[in-house]
């Protein structure tokens, strides 16, 4: 199903829904983050203004998938609630993948992501992607970096921490500069649902390649 964002009503408030998260979050006076912040709202504001093309993938599930429902469901309790509100709507139209050419045995059926903005789509954009990435209770997600893109998450359901440095909830803003190794796990009880954004040069964004950190 091929069109323009503004004839796919649910995927607008997507993409409007994801601009408020990173126009009234919390830089928690931090100036990389709230550069990084404007930067993200600002290409997604001029991105919108194109009216940019959508080309809605064939829906594809993985085994972690099972746990968005959960996923779903607490975070309507949350401050995001209104973001996880307009997920809900396009779930039956996402295609949940790993990513890499080889996962780890320890990670498969406990994690997957699904792009909702970038170069392939669904939303066409060649200077930002957005994305969203499930994991299961007690998953270990191991190190790893961008080369030269600049990365955040936001929580919108359950608990993690990053490099074993504090503990993140709904709401909370991870902030990875290029080149940053980081290693996520996940609360014991929740699944953990997580809203990205990465932004970087063109050729950054449309040829990253996606590794793990040798052990």
Not at 21 to 44: C, D, E, T
Not at 174 to 184: A, F, G, I, T
Request: hydrophobic share 35%; proline share 7%; charged share 20%.
């Amino acid at each position: 199903m091929a069109g323009t964002l503004h004839a796919h009503v649910d995927w607008h408030y997507l993409m409007y829904e994801f601009r408020q998260m990173y126009r009234f979050g919390s830089a928690g006076g931090s100036k990389p983050i709230r550069s990084h912040l404007k930067a993200v709202r600002n290409q997604l504001n001029a991105e919108m203004a194109l009216d940019p093309a959508v080309s809605l993938p064939e829906p594809a599930r993985l085994p972690v998938v099972d746990w968005l429902g959960r996923a779903l469901d607490r975070g309507r309790q949350t401050p995001t609630a209104s973001l996880v509100d307009t997920i809900d709507r396009v779930q039956h139209q996402l295609a949940w993948r790993y990513g890499y050419d080889r996962v780890p045995r320890s990670l498969q059926g406990k994690y997957a992501f699904a792009e909702l903005m970038g170069p392939k789509g669904p939303v066409v954009s060649e200077r930002l992607i957005l994305g969203l990435v499930l994991l299961t209770p007690g998953c270990t997600y191991p190190s790893h970096a961008h080369d030269g893109i600049t990365e955040s998450y936001i929580c919108l359901s359950g608990t993690l921490s990053e490099n074993d440095v504090g503990v993140y909830a709904p709401g909370s803003l991870l902030y990875n500069p290029p080149n940053h190794r980081h290693r996520l796990t996940t609360g014991d009880h929740e699944p953990v649902l997580l809203a990205y954004a990465w932004s970087g040069a063109p050729e950054r964004l449309a040829n990253q390649k996606m590794t793990f950190k040798k052990s």
